[in-house]
């Protein structure tokens, strides 16, 4: 189907943990996507809202809906500009640098919020300094400085800033969900 579904399905993680937790997910979709080789229907109907929006920016880029530079701006920006008009902060995707780590949990300050996450990623083999791409409470990739300031400036725009902070309960939730459902 794309080139790389498999980071697609890494940022489409945390959400389908959500729907599994919400039981708004059936189980022959929910083992689809576990396995890594949902079909396109699949796709279609469990993310109804990123893939039109994600069809649309794939043809305007002319390249595959799952080519990376298409998923890393969608996910950036046209996601990000999307949960935020929605209200859904905790959705949203966001850059952050590698501040600490301790066996397989990261230490994250995420950007340009004031919030650092503990996250716990396998055989991920970041270093202190680097930058990468939060969706919620995942580590979906690492990028390079560049992209990583369009999407603070991005969010900036948006409104995001130092005054702002991810409620604790939300990430204690989010985190539940990941011990819940094995996210690593």
């Known amino acids: 189907m794309a080139e790389n579904l498999?980071?697609?399905l890494r940022f489409a993680e945390g959400c389908r943990c959500y729907l599994e937790d919400t039981r708004t997910i059936s189980q022959k979709d929910n083992d689809a996507i576990k396995s890594g080789r949902p079909g396109n229907d699949v796709i279609k109907r469990v993310?109804?809202?990123?893939?039109?929006?994600l069809e649309q920016l794939s043809r305007s880029m002319r390249k595959s809906i799952f080519d990376e530079s298409v998923l890393m701006r969608f996910y950036c920006f046209e996601h990000n500009k999307?949960?935020?008009?929605?209200?859904?902060?905790?959705?949203m995707c966001f850059p952050g640098t590698i501040v600490g780590r301790m066996n397989d949990e990261y230490v994250i300050e995420l950007e340009p919020i004031d919030t650092a996450l503990?996250?716990?990623a396998k055989g991920l083999g970041l270093?202190?300094?680097?930058?990468?791409?939060?969706?919620?409470?995942?580590?979906?990739?690492?990028?390079?400085?560049?992209?990583?300031?369009?999407?603070?400036?991005y969010l900036?725009?948006?409104?995001?800033?130092?005054?702002?902070?991810?409620?604790?309960?939300?990430?204690?939730?989010?985190?539940?969900?990941?011990d819940k459902y094995g996210i690593l």
């Open 82 to 91: 999307m949960m935020h008009e929605q209200g859904h902060f905790a959705c």
């Open 47 to 53: 993310f109804y809202m990123a893939h039109p929006e």
């Open 156 to 178: 900036k725009r948006l409104g995001m800033d130092k005054h702002l902070k991810f409620p604790p309960e939300t990430i204690k939730y989010m985190a539940e969900l990941k």
């Open 127 to 153: 270093q202190h300094g680097d930058w990468v791409l939060v969706h919620r409470m995942n580590i979906v990739e690492n990028i390079d400085h560049k992209l990583a300031k369009e999407a603070i400036d």
């Open 118 to 120: 503990r996250i716990n």
């Open 6 to 8: 498999e980071l697609f």
